[in-house]
């Protein structure tokens, strides 16, 4: 069992990340400290951590502002806090946006997961108690257009720019392990839901458009099947993985709940039309179906044998309970919501994060 001491998480201003950083640093058996290294793109928002940075910045929090492709500043960071562990997820991560603009994808999950790699490589040249885990996604698979599952041992067969970095990125720090004996651990997971999502993915995106009273667009003929995994049961994984993993291995974890997207946005209305005010034929109303996504990948679905009978990893949120808890999070958080939409955090990032790159 690996003891975690000095973590060096990238991204964690982002969705996953930000959970992960909470959910670590609130277990009474974590007693280690955490970097969190973030270039602070649209996605990346420190108000995510405002919880974490008050009770634990300065102490076992540390931010650093950086970009994963800068080689130089990404092996200083590893040096000044004495890093062990890196769990790596940064990266641009909307598949619609890797469709209108690839470039950044390929910088940033190919090159700079690279650099990131090289990095680790050189600065723990003389140690074997370290570990780097890459945090990946099922997408780079492919797309099930029947039955079945992804297996860890399934083909790679990305499909969207994004997949494609993805898969990339896994390649590279698979061949880290190999050819220069990096300690390395890889997850392939399914489609992430909970706290802190930015509101252009699936999901918040339809909550917050139902509590707006605004169109539902849904792609295609809204048959794409996605499987949801709570993020918290996601960061569990990690953890398990982080203690226990063996190296050179890859895990998948899933949420065992597969939907067709246009029964998901039912169930959800379902949902929301409870809350006061709502009246569920008019939230039906807002669906609109709309031209499908380029290479829109029809199903994904992940069998996570492995990682339960190898590490003891189970889900503990139910979908029903997991949505339940997400709409009353998006409900209770609009003013987060508005912030990030309005790009009013970046103000807000300004006026607190000033000379703290
Ligand atoms: P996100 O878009 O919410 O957050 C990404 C974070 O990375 C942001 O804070 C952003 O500022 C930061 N970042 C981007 N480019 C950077 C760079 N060059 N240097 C430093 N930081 C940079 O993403 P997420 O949904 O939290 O996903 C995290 C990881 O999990 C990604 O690697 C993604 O591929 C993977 N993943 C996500 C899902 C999902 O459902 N969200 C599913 C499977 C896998
Ligand atoms: P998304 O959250 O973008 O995740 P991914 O593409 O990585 O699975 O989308 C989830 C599913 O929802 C996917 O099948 C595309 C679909 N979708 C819509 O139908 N409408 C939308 O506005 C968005 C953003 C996604």
């Not at 992960?20 to 640093?25: G, H, N």
């Not at 970097?35 to 650093?64: C, H």
Request: aromatic share 12%; hydrophobic share 35%.
């Amino acid at each position: 069992m690996r003891k975690l001491q000095n973590m060096l998480v990238t991204g964690g201003a982002g969705f996953i990340g930000s959970n992960f950083i909470r959910y670590l640093l609130k277990r009474a058996d974590f007693s280690g400290l955490v970097v969190n290294a973030d270039k602070l793109t649209y996605a990346g928002n420190p108000m995510n951590l405002i919880d974490i940075e008050s009770a634990f910045g300065g102490k076992r929090y540390f931010f650093e502002k950086a970009d994963i492709c800068d080689f130089e500043k990404m092996s200083s960071v590893i040096e000044k806090y004495n890093v062990d562990t890196i769990v790596h997820f940064a990266a641009e991560s909307h598949v619609d946006r890797s469709i209108f603009g690839p470039k950044t994808f390929v910088d940033t999950n190919i090159n700079g997961t690279f650099s990131l790699l090289e990095a680790s490589r050189k600065a723990w040249a003389k140690r074997d108690d370290v570990l780097f885990h890459h945090i990946s996604t099922d997408e780079v698979y492919g797309s099930l257009d029947g039955g079945g599952c992804f297996f860890e041992t399934t083909p790679y067969n990305p499909r969207s720019p994004y997949s494609a970095s993805k898969a990339s990125s896994d390649h590279i720090a698979n061949a880290y392990y190999h050819t220069y004996n990096l300690p390395v651990t890889i997850s392939n997971c399914s489609n992430n839901y909970g706290p802190y999502q930015f509101p252009e993915k699936f999901l918040p995106l339809m909550i917050i458009n139902m509590l707006e009273g605004k169109e539902l667009p849904v792609y295609g003929d809204g048959k794409n099947v996605r499987d949801w995994l709570h993020v918290e049961d996601h960061c569990e994984a990690i953890r398990l993985i982080l203690k226990n993993g063996k190296t050179g291995e890859t895990y998948n974890v899933g949420g065992e709940s597969e939907w067709p997207n246009i029964e998901f946005v039912n169930v959800l209305s379902g949902k929301v039309a409870k809350l006061p005010s709502k009246n569920p034929d008019s939230l039906k109303k807002l669906i609109k179906i709309v031209p499908d996504r380029p290479g829109h990948d029809r199903r994904y679905a992940i069998n996570c044998d492995k990682i339960k009978a190898a590490l003891g990893w189970q889900r503990t949120y139910d979908f029903n309970t997991g949505l339940d808890s997400t709409i009353k999070w998006y409900l209770n958080n609009m003013e987060w919501t508005n912030h990030v939409r309005n790009g009013d955090y970046q103000k807000w990032m300004n006026a607190n994060y000033k000379g703290r790159t």
